[in-house]
């Protein structure tokens, strides 16, 4: 929280905003002479909310309210909230979406050759079955139909990147690796 006085002049600033907007000594001084991000600025100015606004590594949102009393200007309320680790977060999210699409389409995948095993056991081929079932065991349990992807070493890209090729692949896109 920023209070600004009539005259844009700071009179108060918690330590939060003071660390997110990397000010040492803020009350007493305007914003301009502190060196505020231009789009902080316009906000505190017209009494608006900023969009996300980058100060150093943080997305920063700025909502600024003007304070009136008895028809009299007392100056602004500024609110700074820091969207990076929300924007951190909606990433994982995203991340966690794809794995839990491709966790989806696998169970589908598994369930299918279960009934292909099922049904070579209930038209008396258990040699048949045995020999698919063998071949499943061999394959393990992800099959990811992305091309050349034994060549990712990192196993969380490995498992992101098959998982989007199993996403790409009920769409009937081929996704590969390019060595």
Request: aromatic residues 2%; contains cysteine; hydrophobic residues 40%.
């Amino acid at each position: 929280v920023v209070a600004l006085d009539d005259d844009g002049v700071v009179r108060l600033c918690n330590e939060a905003a003071r660390r997110m907007l990397g000010l040492e000594e803020p009350t007493g001084a305007t914003l301009e002479q502190l060196g505020i991000a231009p789009a902080i600025l316009a906000a505190a100015r017209d009494g608006t909310a900023s969009e996300g606004v980058v100060v150093g590594e943080r997305v920063l949102y700025a909502d600024a309210q003007p304070v009136r009393r008895g028809g009299r200007d007392l100056g602004t309320v500024l609110i700074v909230r820091d969207r990076t680790d929300v924007a951190a977060l909606s990433e994982r999210l995203d991340t966690v979406r794809a794995m839990t699409g491709a966790l989806r389409v696998q169970r589908h995948e598994f369930a299918n050759r279960l009934h292909v095993a099922v049904g070579m056991l209930d038209a008396d081929r258990p040699g048949e079955a045995r020999e698919f079932l063998g071949e499943q065991l061999h394959r393990g349990p992800v099959d990811y139909p992305v091309e050349n992807i034994d060549r990712i070493g990192d196993s969380l890209l490995h498992a992101l990147i098959g998982a989007h090729g199993l996403e790409a692949g009920e769409r009937g896109v081929r996704v590969s690796v390019d060595p």
